[in-house]
């Protein structure tokens, strides 16, 4: 069975400073990874996806993810944010080739300060 | 073009009573998915449709919960005798083929007094 850890519940970043959200997976076969954000009272909206190929995702609103197989890692990474990031992001994987089904983590809740 | 839309917004429940909530697919998409979102937690896997049919549905947590989509586009989530542990947003995604990714809907608020 596949599962997700993300470590972070809540992270308080300063406007303008780096951020990194951090996400660790579990599973026997290939996956699929995704990070999906969750503004407040909408739906949940796909930020970025791995699929296969180059390692280092990029998706949008500037956010880009790096996948590491060894350390079965897909960190979720911003230079600069800014007071819209905030939101809940979700790391989620599914298995490639196979189950439609994500299987997400618990989520981590980005705070921006002014 | 529209997105995933889903109806009621909000739905308040008595223990014991029985709901029916619905979830309205971009148009042409295959693949039909539900999510229980407890609070504070992240989205966890009910049911899948493909079409009409229903191929996994290993996620519902008992046999309260039954999912259908019997044209194979607008499909209904109906919980009976509701309990105050259903309490969450419930969540439906499309997608427009299998592997492909999932847009999800604003989900309903299911609140069971």
């Known amino acids: 069975a596949q599962s997700v850890t993300q470590l972070d519940s809540q992270v308080p970043v300063f406007e303008e400073a780096p951020v990194e959200l951090r996400c660790n997976y579990s599973?026997?076969?290939?996956?699929?990874l995704f990070w999906y954000v969750q503004y407040p009272n909408q739906g949940l909206q796909l930020l970025l996806k791995y699929l296969s190929g180059s390692t280092l995702v990029k998706g949008i609103n500037g956010f880009e993810a790096e996948f590491n197989k060894s350390q079965t890692s897909f960190h979720l990474r911003k230079p600069s944010v800014h007071i819209s990031d905030t939101a809940e992001y979700f790391c989620?994987?599914?298995?490639?080739?196979?189950?439609?089904?994500?299987?997400f983590g618990k989520g981590t809740r980005l705070h921006i300060l002014p | 073009g529209a997105g995933v839309s889903q109806s009621p917004r909000y739905k308040v429940a008595k223990r014991g009573q029985d709901v029916a909530l619905r979830c309205d697919p971009i148009s042409g998409h295959v693949s039909l998915f539900w999510y229980q979102q407890a609070l504070g937690q992240g989205p966890e896997f009910l049911t899948y449709f493909q079409n009409e049919a229903q191929l996994d549905k290993s996620g519902l947590p008992s046999d309260r919960f039954f999912a259908e989509r019997p044209e194979g586009s607008v499909s209904t989530l109906k919980i009976q005798r509701t309990q105050q542990e259903d309490s969450a947003v419930y969540l439906c995604?499309?997608?427009?083929?299998?592997?492909?990714?999932?847009?999800f809907g604003p989900g309903t608020r299911l609140t069971v007094l």
């Open positions: 989620a994987v599914s298995v490639s080739n196979r189950d439609d089904k994500i299987i």
């Open positions: 995604a499309s997608s427009l083929e299998r592997y492909n990714e999932q847009f």
């Open positions: 599973s026997s076969v290939s996956v699929y």
